[in-house]
């Protein structure tokens, strides 16, 4: 009888400190992030003139890939027509496409155009898209959720997807003096570790093609003292800012499955990876329990839209967001495809009954 109840009652002691920990850890977060953005805007009101454009070629260290893709002016923005004079002249609004919402800087590069890949679609969350739309139309999203990112993934996750990045960061088996490149980094959770552990003989790239996400990400990181971090804009298909064999350590989290081409992105992945580097995949992958899958999708599809539209007042967004998460590849799926670009020893670890996985691969 003994054994049966001390059974039973382990369970509900986990689970309350579970609780306790997962509340916590949304407090936290909220706090930080206010606290965040009134030093982001205090910082502001002393010097409206500061320069706000991100790692130029020659503010890279020597040692690091050099360069940044040329950027387009916003169209909806006049205020950043200084930020990127240099890209050509600012087409005027009517010009555009009713679609064309986003920045365009956002839109840096995008290797897919009427001209290269004619009417051929792709898959926009559920919906079908031309291809040269669907950058695009992820800019729209992530542009939109920016500023609530960070509250938004506690809200949803319990404060989970701060152990999944934990136990990623954990198998990155990052050291002191290496080169890391975080693309798709965003808000700089990543990045921001990787900054402490590669020390100041190390450095890291954090990289995004969302302009929005990743001013926050560098307003994030400046103000927690990371000085061994550059922010450059980069499309993760082409990572043209990037040479050839430049990173020990490349990484994306939570970004892969809004990529249009993700063969091209792991591609270029290896190719800027160094001999003997390391990638690491995190992102939503397919749940192994068939209950939980039927449960994860009904939380999906309800609460997920109905919390955006409270916190960030955009459900659109997060259905987009829970709809990317169903179209992306499952596990073995998308290690084949890392093979296929060249990776060795790939292997995947199943987080939360699959819910998430985390992918790596190593270049020979």
Same mark, same amino acid.
């Given at each position: 009888?003994?054994?049966?109840?001390?059974?039973?009652?382990?369970?509900?002691?986990?689970?309350?400190?579970?609780?306790?920990?997962?509340?916590?850890?949304?407090?936290?977060?909220?706090?930080?992030?206010?606290?965040?953005?009134?030093?982001?805007?205090?910082?502001?009101?002393?010097?409206?003139?500061?320069?706000?454009?991100?790692?130029?070629?020659?503010?890279?260290?020597?040692?690091?890939?050099?360069?940044?893709?040329?950027?387009?002016?916003?169209?909806?923005?006049?205020?950043?027509?200084?930020?990127?004079?240099?890209?050509?002249?600012?087409?005027?609004?009517?010009?555009?496409?009713?679609?064309?919402?986003?920045?365009?800087?956002?839109?840096?590069?995008?290797?897919?155009?009427?001209?290269?890949?004619?009417?051929?679609?792709?898959?926009?969350?559920?919906?079908?898209?031309?291809?040269?739309?669907?950058?695009?139309?992820?800019?729209?999203?992530?542009?939109?959720?920016?500023?609530?990112?960070?509250?938004?993934?506690?809200?949803?996750?319990f404060g989970i997807h701060r152990l999944w990045k934990r136990y990623a960061i954990s198998l990155s088996g990052v050291r002191a003096g290496q080169h890391v490149l975080d693309i798709a980094g965003g808000t700089g959770?990543?990045?921001?570790?990787?900054?402490?552990?590669?020390?100041?003989?190390?450095?890291?790239?954090?990289?995004?093609?969302?302009?929005?996400? #990743?001013?926050? +990400?560098?307003?994030? *990181? /400046?103000?927690?003292?990371?000085?061994? $971090?550059?922010?450059? =804009?980069?499309? &993760?298909?082409?990572?043209?800012?990037?040479?050839?064999?430049?990173?020990?350590?490349?990484?994306?989290?939570?970004?892969?499955?809004?990529?249009?081409?993700?063969?091209?992105?792991?591609?270029?992945?290896?190719?800027? #990876?160094?001999? +003997?580097?390391?990638? *690491? /995949?995190?992102?939503?992958?397919?749940? $192994?329990?068939?209950? =939980?899958?039927? &449960?994860?999708?009904?939380?999906?599809?309800?609460?997920?839209?109905?919390?955006?539209?409270?916190?960030?007042?955009?459900?659109?967004?997060?259905?987009?967001?829970?709809?990317?998460?169903?179209?992306?590849?499952?596990?073995?799926?998308?290690?084949?495809?890392?093979?296929?670009?060249?990776?060795?020893?790939?292997?995947?670890?199943? =987080?939360?009954?699959?819910?998430?996985?985390?992918?790596?691969?190593?270049?020979?």
């Open positions: 009888m003994s054994d049966t109840s001390n059974n039973d009652s382990m369970p509900n002691n986990d689970a309350a400190t579970q609780y306790e920990l997962q509340d916590k850890l949304v407090k936290d977060s909220i706090a930080q992030n206010q606290n965040i953005t009134a030093q982001v805007k205090a910082s502001h009101h002393v010097d409206k003139n500061a320069n706000m454009d991100f790692t130029q070629v020659q503010d890279l260290p020597t040692g690091t890939p050099q360069g940044q893709q040329t950027t387009m002016p916003s169209s909806t923005d006049n205020t950043n027509t200084s930020q990127t004079k240099t890209a050509g002249a600012q087409a005027p609004t009517a010009d555009l496409p009713k679609q064309t919402l986003f920045n365009q800087r956002d839109d840096i590069n995008n290797p897919h155009t009427p001209d290269t890949d004619g009417l051929e679609q792709t898959h926009f969350g559920y919906k079908t898209v031309n291809k040269a739309e669907k950058q695009a139309r992820v800019a729209d999203v992530f542009t939109s959720v920016a500023k609530k990112y960070d509250i938004m993934n506690d809200l949803m996750s959770d990543l990045a921001k570790v990787f900054s402490r552990e590669v020390g100041k003989s190390g450095h890291v790239v954090l990289s995004d093609i969302n302009a929005a996400m #990743l001013e926050v +990400g560098r307003e994030r *990181l /400046i103000n927690a003292g990371c000085n061994n $971090v550059d922010f450059v =804009l980069a499309n &993760a298909e082409t990572l043209a800012p990037f040479d050839d064999e430049s990173f020990d350590l490349v990484t994306i989290s939570f970004g892969l499955r809004n990529v249009t081409d993700k063969d091209a992105a792991l591609k270029s992945m290896y190719r800027v #990876l160094k001999p +003997g580097g390391r990638l *690491l /995949i995190l992102e939503f992958s397919k749940p $192994v329990f068939e209950p =939980l899958s039927k &449960a994860y999708d009904l939380y999906s599809f309800t609460a997920l839209p109905m919390m955006g539209k409270i916190i960030a007042n955009d459900s659109e967004s997060y259905q987009y967001l829970a709809e990317s998460i169903r179209m992306h590849p499952d596990q073995q799926t998308l290690k084949q495809m890392m093979q296929q670009a060249g990776f060795e020893n790939c292997d995947y670890h199943n =987080l939360t009954a699959g819910i998430v996985a985390v992918h790596r691969g190593f270049k020979a």
